[in-house]
């Protein structure tokens, strides 16, 4: 059970170090483009049309993954906070409600990522971006859609991990 | 078919959650995910992970992060202490100087950014924690700071008043035109009631504090003062979309915060973590967001409530109260674009139709809005402060509620006295 | 049962064309078994999102921009094909082709939607500028363009004039400070966005029709009996007729509007579009394929 519990600390633990450094990398290349943007507006007169695609999928990728990261950290906020002096049991019981809310708003989200209406698995949503294009880049959507199932697999992983005894202090960088 | 029990059920399924300390954003998506089930359209979830994927592919959210990490950034790299010393210099000898520099600076924000919410985590980022240090409450820091971004959305450029007049065909020049003089009766009103609280509440400054010297402090904000210069300069004059000025703002961030010696590679990692976890939090909201508005657009809850509307017949003055109410009902309960994508075309089309000028109606729908944004049980701004500020949000609304309300009478000002938005447009010849 | 026509503007069918083909449509069915709820202004989704809705019968009819339908269906390009159409009424001959509707439909019908037909939101494109009359091709060479995507970027530059992409959210602050001098829109947009107060040059160049994609889900028009497809059938063809009459109505009073709003127009001198016809023409074998573009020349002819 304790080595149970250890290993889903430790994945929940090398999950967000990965999504630190992808949030940091999408966030790098988000303020590198823009930057080229405007370099290139008034250096070569012409901003390729690219860049401003880029710029948006690489805060998609830093905004779903960083989800992730507030996830970890309980940094998302709420409304009351009153259980926190209560007894332990009165505590237990909250993080499962908590945990039972964030399953109930993404499972559906994350059902629906690889099955259409009526559960037909050719009209899912990322099956379909396999299909589509970007704007102005070669390549296709897939690879902005799959960091929303990606977000959820990773938040419910660090659920586990919160009954497992995750107080969520970060083993580093808390942000504040 | 009857749907008491299952909405009952809901009902008390949200407070369970509510009082075991759910966080806002999934409560809302949970919340919505059940009520798809309940009115027997669980099919339609079906679109869920396409509609949370366009809500935030959106060009609109690109200049949020940029701004958040300039401000952490700067925050960290000196820039802030650094104008809060020249103003310090400047406005110290006034009672609660740091108020008012909160204030001045958010009207400065306010001609870079169209977002309330990207002033209020900058400036929360950097404002709040001086204030702290030099001896105000975190509790008056996080209220003045709060009440004071929302001049962002209402002096040019503003976001709110682009996507309004985009969609109800609304000349965007004259609005923006029309947002100044609210805008700078907004701050000049906080400035005043800093003013009172400074002298009931003894806050710092006055003439015998310990003030930093005015030359050297100007001199050593001299790099850090051509950040507003940068950014105004750039979008003003059209160098600049408000994206890139963003982005140019955190290079900027990063060469003075290098230059002041306070900035190395460790302090840029971490200011990209934060804001990577801000962001996080925002998006994960804007998911819910987008969950909410799609099961109620559906279901046409607009529509229902404004054929209940259409019944009560009021006239033109009652009907411009009853706008008040309906859109700082929606400010509070969603996103700001949802609630003008939702509410605008149903309620807008009459008021005209009685005579109410489009520029005025559309700056006090704006307006109103805004003032959402720091009024439960949503108010955006107050939450994402409260989570850079490391405050409890209902102890935040709270200690921000006097602000809420003299800007609450503001807006009152506003509605029946057009001249005061009208003035600048029609001096422009933009109506 | 309950029909959701979902769009992209407002519910107004005195101004908006995609409304008068929704009411028109709705009016159609009155007396039926049918209801019909018009969802306006997005709220069912952006482009993307209604594709997928009706794509999976979660929507019964959507009125998609000319760039979703043509993103399934690439032949459909050819509707933005510069200088290509002479009006309106042309595009509506060509459309009414059978090889076009059968080679247009085919990948959308993989897709599981209908396409059932163009429906017109304005005039033609025009030039929009803040700083000049222009009436003919030279007067572009010194302005600087907005463009939406790379193939509105060839086109100013086949035109000797300069783009730059910008987001739509951004057109107004971009323009009003000087990053772009215009763009290619028709009024409609210019009026709707509020742009009339510094974009004060029109010029009506007849660049290429403004339409919509017409889409009705095929998994739910497939389950209906022959007598109501039959109704819906007529329906549609009542809402395409209701828009086509919003057109010319619209055609002849927008340029008092502009006028109203202090737009100055100026005609493109004698020989001027011509000129621009020969400029443009290399980029319509580059923006559909050879086959496509044989297929809207064939089409052209045949609807002489
Ligand atoms: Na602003
Ligand atoms: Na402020």
Redesign the interface.
């Known amino acids: 059970m304790t080595s149970l519990k250890n290993a889903i600390l430790r994945i929940s633990r090398v999950l967000d170090w990965a999504a630190s450094a992808v949030t940091l990398t999408a966030l790098v290349v988000l303020v590198g483009v823009v930057l080229l943007q405007v370099a290139a507006r008034y250096i070569f007169q012409q901003p390729p049309s690219w860049t401003e695609e880029v710029a948006r999928y690489a805060m998609i990728w830093a905004g779903l993954i960083g989800a992730t990261m507030a996830f970890k950290r309980r940094f998302d906020p709420a409304l009351m906070n009153s259980v926190k002096n209560g007894p332990p049991w009165l505590q237990t019981a909250a993080e499962l409600v908590r945990s039972l809310v964030v399953l109930v708003y993404l499972a559906p989200v994350l059902l629906y990522c690889f099955v259409g209406p009526g559960m037909n698995p050719a009209r899912g949503f990322l099956l379909r971006h396999t299909k589509t294009m970007a704007e102005a880049l070669p390549f296709h959507t897939i690879w902005v859609a799959i960091a929303v199932p990606l977000m959820i697999v990773v938040i419910f992983v660090h659920i586990l991990a919160r009954h497992s005894g995750d107080d969520g202090a970060p083993h580093r960088a808390n942000p504040d | 078919m009857d749907f008491a029990l299952p909405v009952s059920l809901i009902l008390v399924f949200t407070a ?12 809302i ?2 919340s ?3 009520t ?1 089930w309940a009115v027997d359209k669980s ?12 809500q ?7 200049a949020m ?2 701004f958040i ?1 300039a401000g952490d950034l700067m925050n960290r790299g000196g820039v802030a202490s650094a104008l809060i010393d020249l103003s310090m210099s400047v406005f110290g000898r006034l009672k609660g100087g740091l108020g008012h520099v909160n204030v001045v600076t958010s009207v400065f924000f306010a001609g870079v950014s169209g977002s309330a919410t990207a002033d209020a985590a900058a400036l929360g980022n950097s404002l709040v924690p001086e204030m702290e240090r030099r001896g105000y409450t975190r509790d008056y820091a996080s209220a003045i700071t709060g009440a004071s971004s929302i001049i962002g959305p209402i002096i040019p ?1 503003s ?1 709110i008043m ?2 309004y ?11 923006f035109a029309a947002g100044i003089l609210p805008g700078l009766l907004l701050a000049a009103m906080l400035m005043a009631m800093n003013a009172y609280y400074a002298h009931r509440d003894d806050h710092p400054g006055g003439a015998d504090m310990d003030l930093p010297p005015f030359l050297p402090s100007l001199i050593r904000a001299i790099p850090a003062l051509m950040l507003p210069v940068i950014i105004l300069g750039g ?10 000025a ?3 703002a ?2 900027a961030a990063v060469l003075i915060g290098i230059g002041y010696g306070k900035l190395d590679l460790r302090g840029i ?2 200011s ?14 804007l ?2 967001i987008s ?1 909410f508005s ?1 099961i109620a ?2 279901l ?1 809850w607009p529509q229902a409530i404004q054929s209940v509307v259409e019944g009560w017949g009021l006239g033109p003055l009652g009907y411009l109260m009853l706008i008040n109410v309906i859109f700082l009902g929606a400010g509070m309960a969603m996103d700001v674009k949802a609630a003008v ?2 509410f605008a ?1 149903i309620f807008v ?1 009459a008021a005209l139709a009685m005579g109410i000028d489009p520029i005025h109606l559309a700056i006090v729908i704006c307006f109103n809005i805004t003032a959402g944004l720091l009024s ?2 949503l108010g955006a701004v107050l ?1 994402i402060l ?2 850079v500020v ?1 405050l ?3 102890r935040l609304i709270r200690v921000t509620m006097p602000f809420l309300i003299a800007e609450l009478l503001l807006l009152l000002v506003l509605t029946y006295v057009p001249a005061i938005t009208l003035a600048l447009p029609t001096a422009l010849g ?1 109506r | 049962a309950e029909i959701k026509i979902a769009m992209n503007s407002v519910d107004d069918p005195a101004n908006s064309g995609e409304a008068t083909f929704a009411h028109g449509f709705a009016d159609a069915l009155e007396g039926t078994d049918f209801t019909v709820e018009i969802y306006p202004s997005e709220t069912l989704g952006k482009e993307k999102e209604r594709l997928d809705q009706v794509s999976s019968g979660l929507l019964e009819i959507n009125l998609a921009a000319a760039s979703t339908a043509y993103s399934v269906s690439p032949v459909l390009k050819g509707l933005t094909l510069p200088f290509f159409f002479d009006s309106n009424e042309q595009l509506d001959k060509i459309m009414s082709e059978d090889m076009m509707m059968e080679k247009a439909s085919a990948p959308l019908l993989d897709l599981g939607v209908r396409f059932a037909g163009i429906n017109f939101i304005g005039t033609p494109m025009g030039i929009h500028n803040a700083k000049k009359p222009v009436s003919t091709v030279a007067d572009l060479a010194d302005l600087r363009f907005r463009a939406l995507n790379p193939e509105q970027l060839n086109l100013m530059e086949a035109l000797g004039s300069n783009g730059t992409v910008i987001a739509w959210a951004e057109v107004a602050n971009a323009i009003q400070t000087g990053v772009a001098d215009g763009y290619f829109n028709p009024p409609s947009s210019a009026i709707r966005g509020g742009h009339t107060g510094f974009l004060t040059n029109y010029t009506p160049a007849d660049l290429f029709p403004s339409t919509r994609a017409i889409m009705v889900s095929d998994d739910w028009y497939s389950s209906l009996s022959e007598e109501e497809q039959g109704q819906i059938d007529a329906a549609l063809e009542a809402g395409l007729e209701a828009n086509r009459a919003w057109l010319a109505e619209w055609t002849t009073e927008i340029a008092e509007r502009q006028e109203e709003l202090g737009v100055t127009i100026t005609p493109l001198a004698e020989g001027e579009r011509d000129k621009m016809i020969e400029m443009a023409a290399p980029l319509w074998e580059t923006q559909v394929s050879a086959e496509d573009f044989q297929l809207w020349t064939d089409a052209k002819a045949a609807a002489e």
């Not at chain 2, 990209?272 to 909201?285: H, P, Q």
């Open positions: 369970v959650a509510l009082a075991a300390g759910s966080a806002i954003a999934y409560l998506g949970a919505a995910i059940l798809f099919q339609f979830m079906a679109v869920l992970p396409q509609r949370l994927f366009s935030l592919d959106s060009f609109a959210f690109l992060p940029l990490l450029p976001s682009i996507f007049g985009a969609l109800m065909e609304t000349n965007v020049t004259a609005l979008t003003l004059f059209g160098f600049m979309t408000p994206a890139e963003a982005g140019v955190v290079l990692l971490d990209l973590m934060r804001t990577g976890v801000m962001l996080g939090g925002l998006f994960i909201l998911c819910a969950t799609y657009a559906l046409q994508a939702l075309p089309p439960p049980p939450l409260s989570t490391k409890d949000y209902w933009l």
